[in-house]
Structures are given as C-alpha cells and as structure tokens.
C-alpha cells in the first residue's frame, strides 16, 4: 500500500554525460542507465537546450485521482534553453523496467518561462546531465489507486 | 559576523522520501530531518505536485535591508505541477532549531510557471524529494543586520 | 571529435558557499573554485536573490549552428528571488581555464517567472550555492563545429 516514506539511501556514483543534437531525451537517458547497470537514478543537475517538446499541466481546481481531462497538453517546436531538469527513474513493481518522470522548465525569446511534465524532447544543442546512482534503496515505482498514477513505493512497506 | 565564506562539507547519506496528498511540505521535510537526525539538510531533487500554495518576491527597484512593505504575497490554490523545489535547512544559532528555506517553481494549465519564495504548499498527488545530509559543516542560520533575513553563518567566523 | 558520451565519476567533497550582497556571481563562483582547488563543478543546489540580471534565450525556429542574431538578450535590475540556479563549470580544452555555464530562473513580484542562460548577475541579499566537486572525470570544454558553442567533450573520445 502506498505510505508516505522516507529511506536512508547512497549516491557513491555520478554519471556525467553530454546528449547531442537530435538525440531524444528520454531515449538518451535510459540508454545511459542501461549501459552503466543504474537501476535506480536521480537528475542532480542538467542544463542545455530542447526542442520538439511536450509537457502537460494540471487544470486548476481539479482534486485527486488525476483524470486525462484534467491535464493540458502543449506542444512547442521551440527551441528552448534547458533552465531545470528535475526527476528521477525507478523501477517498475510489476516488470521491473525503468519508469522515468520529467519535469523540465524551459526559457523563452520574450525572457518568460515555461514548463511542466515532460512527455517528450529533441536535444538541440546539448544536454549536459548529471545522474546519480542511488544505491541501497528498496524503492518501486507502482500504480496508486488514490492518485491513479505510478508512484514511489518502498517495498517492505 | 556575516560574511562570504565556502566551506568543505561532505554528503555521504541521502534520505529519499515521499510524501503523500494533503500532507504539509514543510512539517513533512521536518518530520523526515528530525527522524533522521539530519541536521543540516539540502535538497538534490525534488518533483510532485503541490496545492495551496503561499509564496513571495520582493518588489522591483528596492534595496537592502528588504522591508515587509518589499515583499508581494501571492496565494493561490492549484494545484500545480512542482517543477523546481530547491532549498536547504540549517540550525538557528539561537535555538538551534532547523530553518527551512524553499523556493518553488510552479507549472500553470497555461504552460507558464510561477513561483517565489514559499511560505506554506500542501502535496496535491505526489512530492518525492531527495535530500541531501550534509556532515563536516558548522553553518548556521542568524539574523543578519544588513538584509534582515536569516542567513548562512559560519560558526568559526 | 564531440560525441555522446557518458562517464562515471565521483562527488566525494561539496562546497557549501555564502555569497554576499553586492558580489558578482560568476566572479564568487570563481573564486571559491579557485581557493578550493576544484576543476571540475556543479551546483547542487543554490538559493538567494540576484539583481541586474543580463541573460539570453534562442528565438524560436531557429537551427544549429547558433549564430548571434538568434539570441535574444535581456537586461534586469530586479531585484529578484533566485528560484533556480543550474550549471557546472570545466577546464577549457585550450587553456584549461574554467568554463562556467549557468541557467538561473528568476520570481517577480507578479508571481511569474522569467530567466534564460546567464551572463551577469550580482547578488541581492545572499546566494547559499552547494557545489558538488566531480572528481575521476576528465571532460572538457571545447567549441563544437556543430553547434558553435563550447560544449562538454570526453578527452578520451
């Protein structure tokens, strides 16, 4: 069942890796968990820039479970300043595979900001990104039926 | 007395958490530093979503020390995605209780964000936060003279 | 040759920071790298207010190789809450000297946000930066054809 919890954990290893132009985000960063055995990761910095991005928001006013009419999609082709990168992958209760959550927050030409859930990005020019490697946690990503969707879960609880 | 310093810490032990809707952000992360024993407390990562948020900024044009009278409050229900949480807690040098100091960034359902200095945020779905313990530090929060807030202060100084 | 690449380093020493009001942030980022002999840095974590802000965004529909006239550049006295602050600095493959890279998200008092990558900045009332020093890695900076910007290059690759 999902508690609140909170869990006494390491980074002993940072990955720094730099995406190139036309990489996709998500594709590259899951790439780089696969390749250096990262089961379960954290961004703790990334800076670059996107394009190609889409993101989605909550309406105002809505209460829990999140419905798909709840949220806003938006598509930009940009291309943006990368301001922040926050988030982190887990894996999966049921199979095991990695489930990544974004949040990116994007510059604009006018000097204002947007941003929100990530569901989608193009590196455009660069995308430095640092990753730890959390080790010593027992935490899943699985289904909430009070929120209805993937959230952390440790799992002796 | 305040002045710039930059001090060799270390992180060896990550506390990584998540806590759940309706709970208060700020009693949650105090809760998990007190049942920690984490006294000096940064945050590495942080993504969810909040509601009932109350944040502010300071007024353009001023100077220091920042008044009341320089500070715009800004409440405002949601709820919104957390895109950017950052922030820290350190011991008073009076009390030697934690001061917690964050700063939110916000995702509206227009794409654009909003954000300042947070004074109080309820989790909507979700908040996974990692924090950072920092060791080897002796840093503290004091009153400064020159701004009128409570800032970093390193004990030794 | 710039490629994708991806390497596995440490952070075994942070550097907690105060800057003060009036200091140049780039300048007192510099320095404490400098006094604390790191080469290669990322901020962790930084928290404060900054005033007269120059930074830069893309316009939009714009391709690589970025040329100047797809910048935008904008200049505020603010002052402003610094909301988020991302970025890293490494030695330039030329001459060594660090190269450092900063995306700042700004709050107004209207409660929105503006910001892109930095060029100039000072400090308001104070700026708390955790620097992570990334020892074992052996990236540098080196400008890329591709992009015309200095980017992250693996010295090995």
Redesign the interface.
Known sequence: M????????????????????E?DLFA?LSK?AR??GIERG??????G?LKNVV????????G?P?KTEDM?Q?E?????????????FFPSQEDGEPVV?????L???????????LLKATV???T?I?L?S?TG?S?YKAK?D??Q?M??L?SRS
């Not at 954290?42 to 800076?47: D, P």
């Not at 030409?109 to 859930?117: I, N, T």
Request: proline residues 4%; without cysteine.
């Open positions: 999902h508690k609140p919890f909170a869990e006494a954990a390491k980074i002993d290893e940072v990955i720094l890796s730099r995406l190139m132009p990489e590259g780089i390749d250096h954290v961004i703790l910095s990334a800076i820039s993101f989605v928001n909550v309406r105002p006013h809505i829990i999140v806003i938006i930009d082709t940009g291309p943006f300043e990368l301001l922040s990168l926050e988030g982190n959550h974004l949040h990116a927050i510059g604009t030409s006018s000097g204002s900001v947007s941003g929100g859930h455009f020019t660069t430095e640092l730890g959390i946690s935490v909430s009070l929120t969707r959230e952390l440790l």
